[in-house]
């Protein structure tokens, strides 16, 4: 009997994990039908899609506020899907503001409610946990500090491990030569790579004072900067948002650009933890809307943003939050680590070790059994 499921991601990094985790699940049970939303990762593992997440990335409260007609609409329409299909199981993927509400819209006693990659309860404080125990069935938690905090708080959870740890295992890098050649970079230069994030709002607000700065660092140490282009955002963004002509952008190939970098400039998210996992010293970068800033300050927990700072419980890289995000500044910061041969190798093996905290397990083979194991 054909399984039908709702699937919700909302980002590029939940389309990875998305992916990733359908593709588990139809090994196990191969007559599985997925529904929702997701990216072209997803689609290519069988979505049949209702909204791509290039239509969903808003980034904080302002924007959120002004999409608020179109998030109901979306909204709308995936409850009459689920309807429609008569879907019994859904996944959520991360993407916390718009599928815990969903959450909230879809529970009823004949539907079950899994979440895989919880939403920072641990960097927004409490309020969210009430939602998760009233309409989540099951979390599947990246982190062993969130399966503590979950079940402190009586809900049903499984730590999975993190996907990111199997999916570079398996990655087939390519050599630096090969990656040199074919995007026609400099092979006697060393590379300095600025990821400015997978959305185009946040890419607006943090390349152009980043590029600045990898410019900067670049002149002063002869590397070449290459910014890494995530599949959602076009290539001719950057050169819309910069008169600077010195660098080069490469779409595609983030991991194979980390593995092959000297250094990174980061914005704040999954790729600082991509990083990490490769020992990338990097310095990590986050400049969103001034009142949504205003906002966050208020309501967020922590002492750092970065995942890579995050997970190790201590400031291994340097942070640039907001107006910090300036040419002098990432100037001054890299240039204190490129000068400093025994700290930058220090960063490097402090990366190297988050892989131990994050165990060997393989996150979506692990949230595949438990999901297919205890469905409807």
């Given at each position: 009997m054909n399984t039908k499921f709702l699937i919700i991601a909302g980002e590029a990094s939940g389309d990875l994990h998305g992916a990733s985790l359908m593709r588990e699940m139809k090994r196990i049970n191969p007559d599985i039908s997925f529904y929702g939303i997701g990216g072209d990762k997803m689609i290519t593992e069988g979505l049949q899609q209702v909204y791509h997440i290039n239509k969903m990335a808003f980034l904080g409260f302002v924007e959120v506020i002004k999409h608020l007609p179109f998030i109901k609409k979306v909204r709308s329409e995936v409850i009459n899907l689920v309807k429609q299909n008569k879907i019994k199981n859904v996944i959520l993927i991360d993407y916390p503001g718009f599928n815990l509400n969903l959450a909230k819209k879809l529970k009823s006693p004949g539907l079950k409610i899994f979440y895989y990659i919880s939403p920072q309860l641990w960097a927004w404080g409490s309020g969210r946990i009430e939602k998760i125990k009233k309409y989540v069935d099951k979390m599947l938690v990246l982190f062993p500090f969130e399966e503590?905090?979950?079940?402190?708080?009586?809900?049903?959870?499984?730590?999975?491990?993190?996907?990111?740890?199997?999916?570079?295992?398996?990655?087939?890098?390519?050599?630096?030569?090969?990656?040199?050649?074919?995007?026609?970079?400099?092979?006697?230069?060393?590379?300095?790579?600025?990821?400015?994030?997978?959305?185009?709002?946040?890419?607006?607000?943090?390349?152009p004072e980043a590029i600045k700065g990898a410019i900067a660092v670049a002149k002063e140490f002869n590397m070449q900067v290459v910014v890494g282009c995530a599949d959602s955002i076009k290539e001719e963004v950057f050169g819309h948002l910069t008169n600077q002509k010195d660098f080069k952008v490469v779409k595609n190939v983030t991991y194979d650009l980390i593995k092959h970098s000297a250094f990174g400039i980061i914005k704040s998210g999954t790729s600082t933890l991509e990083a990490a996992l490769l020992g990338l010293p990097m310095v990590i970068v986050y400049k969103t809307n001034g009142l949504t800033f205003r906002i966050g300050k208020v309501l967020v927990k922590l002492k750092n943003i970065g995942l890579a700072n995050i997970v190790?419980?201590?400031?291994?890289?340097?942070?640039l939050i907001q107006n910090e995000v300036n040419e002098s500044s990432i100037f001054k910061v890299t240039k204190d680590i490129l000068n400093n041969r025994e700290l930058y190798n220090q960063i490097k093996s402090e990366l190297l070790e988050l892989r131990k905290t994050l165990s060997e397990k393989q996150a979506s083979t692990e949230a595949a059994q438990i999901i297919c194991g205890s469905l409807i």
């Open positions: 503590k905090l979950y079940k402190d708080n009586g809900i049903d959870v499984t730590f999975v491990g993190h996907p990111l740890i199997h999916q570079l295992d398996e990655y087939k890098f390519e050599e630096k030569e090969q990656l040199v050649s074919k995007y026609g970079l400099n092979n006697s230069k060393e590379i300095l790579l600025l990821l400015p994030g997978s959305r185009k709002q946040e890419v607006e607000k943090i390349f190790a419980g201590k400031t291994i890289v340097p942070e």
